[in-house]
C-alpha cells in the first residue's frame, strides 16, 4: 500500500491550497479516508474524514474551512483548504483505513505566512 500526498507548499494568510493524496496497492473505494496535521512541536490531530459513502466529519478548528472530497475513480482524495491562517503550518499526512495503525502517506508541509 502506497500513499502519496502532495499539493504542499508556501501561503500567505488567507489563501487557498488544495492537497492530494493518490492511493495504491489497496481497495481505495471501500476504505475510509483521513487527513490529519501535525503543528510543529505537536503530536498528528485528526481534522477531517470522508467515509466510503462520501459522509465527512472536520476538527472544529478547520470546520467551514476545509473540505475533503474523494475521486475513487482516480484512488484520490483531496483536502480543500481555504482561509489558511499561521497555525495551519505543518505537516499534513493522509491517512487510510479505521483500523490501527492503517495506511499512512509520506505528509506534506504546509507554511503559512502572515
Known amino acids: 500500500v502506497q500513499l502519496q500526498a502532495c499539493g504542499g507548499g508556501l501561503v500567505q494568510a488567507e489563501g487557498s491550497l488544495r492537497l492530494s493524496c493518490a492511493a495504491s496497492?489497496?481497495?481505495?473505494?471501500?476504505?475510509?479516508m483521513d487527513w490529519y496535521h501535525r503543528s510543529p512541536g505537536k503530536g498528528r490531530i485528526l481534522i477531517a474524514t470522508?467515509?466510503?459513502?462520501?459522509?465527512?466529519n472536520y476538527a472544529d478548528s478547520v470546520k467551514g474551512r476545509f473540505t475533503i472530497s474523494r475521486d475513487n475513480a482516480k484512488n484520490t482524495t483531496y483536502l480543500d483548504m481555504s482561509s489558511l491562517t499561521p497555525d495551519d503550518t505543518g505537516v499534513y499526512y493522509c491517512?487510510?483505513?479505521?483500523?490501527?495503525?492503517?495506511?499512512w502517506g509520506q505528509g506534506t508541509q504546509v507554511t503559512v505566512s502572515s
Open positions: 470522508i467515509t466510503t459513502d462520501g459522509r465527512t
Open positions: 491517512h487510510a483505513g479505521v483500523w490501527t495503525p492503517g495506511y
Open positions: 496497492g489497496m481497495s481505495f473505494s471501500t476504505t475510509v
